[in-house]
């Protein structure tokens, strides 16, 4: 049996995470362990382990390190908590080999500390681009302490490679988020309304904003215009997720609550609606708003609209069902009226069919006991 350590952070990367997490935890040859850290452990962000085990896991490990401040300090701070939890961590479950999805700050702390303890890592969603966010350099530097890589494109697959990581170690298995959005039974419309206590209206929107880590003391601002573009719709009813735990997350927090608070009749608010809730909500709603990566790699898959507001998520990879606009009232308010013409019947996910855990699981089957961590640097100029 090979222990395989699968580390998770947030609500969000545990969703993508599951269908794989299954599929080891079934596997006759793997035992799956699970380490969950950061926004799972926070009230404030819904304690949302409690979605781990509801989905009938066990958790080895919790790694409280997040702290309460949403400064540059505070995160930093959070980061050096993460390190000691996850060394203790590592040291007590001995695992073979770790997973780890996509590029936060905790996710860098959690491929050092296994990469010091010679832990081959296994890498979901590298060679990606998102110039708007530190997260774009932290991804990158995952990519280069993992043994194995799981890309969502073949664009990204060729990046990774770029970065002196061999061809045969760099798989592209498609977003694995598209997985669960196939396998979930989701809630009809009477069903989500009654799990949000909330009424849809004539037209809806789905919003999640996080902050542009790269850019400094924009989040107030930022938010500002787009509520003065949803002040301008009509017969629209506003869905808001929260902010993740990123420097200045708080503050953009707070002004949702205080939105929801003064217009209560239109808008509802969740720290976390959790994946089940989530994907129904993309089942009714008529469009997606923010700069959430799921606006690009999953929500393409239910045919409607993603709004793309300034630069977090610039680099990506686009689908045709998403628009790119400037954070200003006026862009946001044309690439609305854009949205709403938008005839997307019979588009193509560009990020894979739903089947990366089936895929990653087959590779891992393959190449987990034969990992070599003293790896060389792929030269594209000296093999061609």
């Known amino acids: ?15 993508l995470l599951k269908p794989l997490m299954h599929e080891i935890n079934y596997h006759d040859e793997m035992e799956l362990q699970i380490v969950a850290t950061t926004m799972h452990m926070s009230p404030y962000f819904g304690e949302t382990y409690k979605e781990i085990l509801d989905a009938g896991f066990n958790i080895d490990k919790k790694v409280e390190c997040l702290l309460s401040g949403d400064t540059a300090n505070a995160v930093t701070k959070s980061m050096g908590l993460a390190m000691i939890g996850f060394a203790d961590a590592i040291a007590e479950l001995e695992p073979d080999f770790a997973i780890i999805l996509g590029d936060r700050t905790e996710m860098l702390m959690a491929a050092s500390a296994c990469s010091v303890a010679n832990i081959p890592i296994g890498h979901l969603h590298g060679g990606e681009v998102t110039e708007g966010a530190y997260d774009d350099a932290f991804r990158h530097a995952i990519s280069k302490m993992s043994a194995l890589h799981f890309t969502s494109t073949e664009e990204y697959r060729k990046r990774v490679i770029q970065l002196g990581e061999n061809p045969e170690s760099v798989f592209n298995v498609g977003a694995i988020g598209i997985d669960s959005i196939k396998s979930l039974n989701l809630m009809d419309k009477n069903e989500f309304q009654k799990a949000i206590d909330f009424k849809l209206n004539k037209r809806n929107i789905l919003i999640t904003y996080h902050p542009v880590t790269l850019e400094e003391n924009t989040a107030a601002n930022q938010m500002e ?16 997720t929260y902010a993740n735990s990123d420097k200045s997350g708080a503050t953009i927090n707070r002004m949702i609550e205080d939105f929801v608070r003064k217009n209560d009749a239109i808008s509802c608010a969740f720290p976390s609606l959790g994946q089940l809730r989530y994907l129904s909500a993309l089942q009714h709603v008529d469009m997606v708003l ?25 680099g990506r990879e686009m689908p045709d069902s998403v628009i790119n606009c400037n954070v200003d009232r006026m862009s946001i308010l044309k690439a609305i009226e854009k949205a709403d013409d938008l005839d997307l019947a019979n588009m193509v996910s560009i990020y894979g069919e739903g089947k990366a855990a089936k895929k990653i699981i087959s590779i891992l089957e393959r190449k987990i006991n034969g990992v070599d961590l003293k790896k060389g640097f792929f030269d594209l100029n000296k093999d061609q």
Do not use: W, Y
């Open 1 to 15: 049996m090979r222990k395989v350590c699968v580390f998770t952070g947030t609500r969000a990367d545990f969703g």
């Open 225 to 240: 215009e787009i509520f003065a573009a949803l002040h301008q719709l009509k017969d629209t009813h506003f869905i808001f």
């Open 290 to 314: 923010g700069n959430s990566s799921s606006g690009i790699l999953e929500v393409p898959s239910f045919k409607i609209p993603t709004i793309n507001i300034g630069d977090r998520q610039k």
